[in-house]
């Protein structure tokens, strides 16, 4: 999922990135809002999912934040 900032009031352009993983698979569900907030990964979605003593869960989540050039 991606989001950008566009130039306003003497800010900066800036670029945000974000990727989840469960066990290693992209997450492709969203918790999306229409408020100016943080957006999340859904794990596991409306499903159940079951958690067994013997396999670890692993998550993980990949932010990546950047400036922008002005267009050209």
């Not at 990135?17 to 943080?38: F, V």
Request: hydrophobic share 40%.
């Amino acid at each position: 999922m991606g989001f950008s900032w566009a130039n306003e009031a003497g800010l900066p352009a800036w670029a945000l990135g974000l990727a989840c993983k469960a066990q290693g698979k992209p997450i492709t569900q969203w918790i999306l809002r229409n408020t100016p907030s943080m957006q999340n990964c859904a794990f596991p979605g409306r499903a159940p999912f079951t958690l067994t003593k013997d396999t670890p869960l692993h998550l993980e989540s990949t932010l990546v934040i950047q400036p922008r050039s002005p267009a050209k």
